[in-house]
Nanobody, 122 residues
Framework: QVQVVESGGGSVQSGGSLRLSCAAA????????LGWFRQVPGKAREGVAE???????RYADSVKGRFTISQDDVKSMLYLQMNSLKPEDTAMYYC????????????????WGQGTQVTVSS
Protein backbone atom coordinates (compact mmCIF):
# COMPACT_ATOMS: atom_id res chain seq x y z
CA GLN A 1 0.00 0.00 0.00
CA VAL A 2 1.11 3.56 -0.70
CA GLN A 3 1.86 5.59 2.41
CA VAL A 4 0.19 9.01 2.52
CA VAL A 5 1.41 11.96 4.60
CA GLU A 6 -0.11 15.45 4.34
CA SER A 7 1.13 18.78 5.67
CA GLY A 8 0.68 22.53 5.25
CA GLY A 9 -2.30 23.21 7.48
CA GLY A 10 -2.48 26.12 9.86
CA SER A 11 -4.43 29.19 10.87
CA VAL A 12 -5.26 31.97 8.43
CA GLN A 13 -7.46 35.05 8.26
CA SER A 14 -10.59 34.99 6.13
CA GLY A 15 -9.63 35.77 2.54
CA GLY A 16 -6.15 34.34 2.96
CA SER A 17 -4.46 31.38 1.31
CA LEU A 18 -2.86 28.08 2.23
CA ARG A 19 -1.30 25.27 0.23
CA LEU A 20 -1.60 21.72 1.47
CA SER A 21 0.92 19.10 0.39
CA CYS A 22 0.64 15.33 0.35
CA ALA A 23 3.49 12.87 -0.09
CA ALA A 24 2.25 9.67 -1.70
CA ALA A 25 5.08 7.69 -3.25
CA UNK A 26 4.63 5.23 -6.09
CA UNK A 27 1.45 6.39 -7.84
CA UNK A 28 2.97 7.28 -11.20
CA UNK A 29 2.55 5.13 -14.31
CA UNK A 30 -0.73 3.56 -13.26
CA UNK A 31 -4.44 4.34 -13.09
CA UNK A 32 -5.36 6.07 -9.86
CA UNK A 33 -7.44 8.76 -8.21
CA LEU A 34 -6.06 11.23 -5.68
CA GLY A 35 -8.30 13.32 -3.48
CA TRP A 36 -8.60 15.84 -0.70
CA PHE A 37 -11.32 15.45 1.92
CA ARG A 38 -12.29 17.45 4.97
CA GLN A 39 -14.19 16.75 8.16
CA VAL A 40 -15.53 18.72 11.10
CA PRO A 41 -15.89 16.82 14.40
CA GLY A 42 -19.33 15.26 14.67
CA LYS A 43 -20.08 15.61 10.97
CA ALA A 44 -19.59 13.41 7.93
CA ARG A 45 -16.42 13.57 5.88
CA GLU A 46 -16.85 15.32 2.53
CA GLY A 47 -14.91 15.23 -0.69
CA VAL A 48 -13.24 18.51 -1.64
CA ALA A 49 -11.26 17.86 -4.81
CA GLU A 50 -10.01 14.99 -6.97
CA UNK A 51 -7.48 14.51 -9.73
CA UNK A 52 -6.96 11.36 -11.78
CA UNK A 53 -3.98 9.87 -13.57
CA UNK A 54 -4.98 11.72 -16.76
CA UNK A 55 -5.02 15.09 -15.00
CA UNK A 56 -8.79 15.49 -14.91
CA UNK A 57 -10.13 17.30 -11.86
CA ARG A 58 -13.37 17.56 -9.93
CA TYR A 59 -14.35 19.91 -7.12
CA ALA A 60 -17.08 20.26 -4.55
CA ASP A 61 -19.39 23.13 -5.46
CA SER A 62 -18.44 24.95 -2.27
CA VAL A 63 -14.78 25.32 -3.32
CA LYS A 64 -15.01 25.79 -7.10
CA GLY A 65 -13.11 28.86 -8.23
CA ARG A 66 -11.19 29.06 -4.94
CA PHE A 67 -9.32 25.74 -4.60
CA THR A 68 -7.00 24.08 -7.12
CA ILE A 69 -5.79 20.49 -6.93
CA SER A 70 -2.57 19.55 -8.71
CA GLN A 71 0.06 16.84 -8.73
CA ASP A 72 3.75 16.32 -9.42
CA ASP A 73 4.25 12.75 -10.61
CA VAL A 74 8.05 13.00 -10.57
CA LYS A 75 8.03 13.91 -6.87
CA SER A 76 4.96 11.78 -6.08
CA MET A 77 3.32 14.84 -4.54
CA LEU A 78 -0.27 16.07 -4.40
CA TYR A 79 -1.22 19.67 -3.63
CA LEU A 80 -4.28 21.68 -2.74
CA GLN A 81 -3.98 25.42 -3.27
CA MET A 82 -6.67 27.15 -1.22
CA ASN A 83 -7.42 30.80 -1.95
CA SER A 84 -10.09 33.19 -0.69
CA LEU A 85 -10.51 31.03 2.39
CA LYS A 86 -13.71 31.32 4.40
CA PRO A 87 -14.49 30.36 8.02
CA GLU A 88 -16.66 27.54 6.64
CA ASP A 89 -13.50 25.96 5.21
CA THR A 90 -12.28 25.24 8.75
CA ALA A 91 -11.83 21.48 9.07
CA MET A 92 -9.38 18.63 9.29
CA TYR A 93 -8.13 17.99 5.76
CA TYR A 94 -7.12 14.53 4.55
CA CYS A 95 -5.21 13.34 1.52
CA UNK A 96 -6.29 10.03 0.04
CA UNK A 97 -5.66 7.68 -2.88
CA UNK A 98 -7.59 4.90 -4.57
CA UNK A 99 -6.21 2.40 -7.04
CA UNK A 100 -8.82 2.96 -9.69
CA UNK A 101 -10.31 5.69 -11.85
CA UNK A 102 -12.12 8.42 -9.94
CA UNK A 103 -15.35 7.41 -11.71
CA UNK A 104 -17.27 10.39 -10.37
CA UNK A 105 -17.48 8.92 -6.88
CA UNK A 106 -15.93 10.02 -3.59
CA UNK A 107 -15.99 6.41 -2.37
CA UNK A 108 -13.48 3.59 -2.69
CA UNK A 109 -10.30 5.25 -1.44
CA UNK A 110 -7.63 2.82 -0.24
CA UNK A 111 -5.01 4.93 1.54
CA TRP A 112 -5.47 7.86 3.91
CA GLY A 113 -3.23 10.39 5.57
CA GLN A 114 -3.42 11.37 9.23
CA GLY A 115 -4.94 14.77 8.54
CA THR A 116 -3.81 18.39 8.80
CA GLN A 117 -5.90 21.07 10.51
CA VAL A 118 -7.01 24.20 8.65
CA THR A 119 -8.54 27.01 10.69
CA VAL A 120 -9.92 30.16 9.07
CA SER A 121 -10.85 33.09 11.30
CA SER A 122 -13.03 36.08 10.44
Amino acid sequence: QVQVVESGGGSVQSGGSLRLSCAAAGYAFSSYCLGWFRQVPGKAREGVAEIDSDGRTRYADSVKGRFTISQDDVKSMLYLQMNSLKPEDTAMYYCARKYDYCSGSWDGYNDWGQGTQVTVSS
